[in-house]
Nanobody, 136 residues
Framework: QVQLVESGGGLVQAGGSLRLSCTVSGRTFSSDTMGWFRQAPGKERDFVAAITWASASAYYTYYADSVKGRFTISRDNAKNMVSLQMNSLKPEDTAVYYC??????????????????????????WGQGTQVTVSL
């Protein structure tokens, strides 16, 4: 059984930073696509970032426009972990952040995968979520 455990959420002032981590157990995820989504109060869950297998030594990364240049997704396959470094946080980043994984990787070029990695229905397993609150 695949389990994801997120950590690193909390309360931070605007302009500050947080680093979220997601540890995966129950499978070896080196070729899995991993993503982060978030759900703000009263809103739908939205795509934040994803990291997908591109070649034996490289991964593609994707970001929502709202977080480009501020957030960075990364993975450590030796630790079965994916992380989200969040800098220059804004109050509108306040949400529950969810880690998600897709068994295997998407095929095709970087651009051809772009429309798929942001779709929640493309992911097979999910974490419980971690709260991030950004105050003024």
């Amino acid at each position: 059984q695949v389990q994801l455990v997120e950590s690193g959420g909390g309360l931070v002032q605007a302009g500050g930073s947080l680093r979220l981590s997601c540890t995966v157990s129950g499978r070896t995820f080196s070729s899995d696509t991993m993503g982060w989504f978030r759900q703000a109060p009263g809103k739908e869950r939205d795509f934040v970032a994803a990291i997908t297998w591109a070649s034996a030594s490289a991964y593609y990364t994707y970001y929502a426009d709202s977080v480009k240049g501020r957030f960075t997704i990364s993975r450590d396959n030796a630790k079965n972990m994916v992380s989200l470094q969040m800098n220059s946080l804004k109050p509108e980043d306040t949400a529950v952040y969810y880690c998600a994984g897709r068994v295997g990787y998407f095929s095709g070029s970087y651009h051809s995968q772009q429309g798929q990695v942001s779709r929640q229905d493309q992911y097979d397993y999910w974490g419980q979520g971690t709260q991030v609150t950004v105050s003024l």
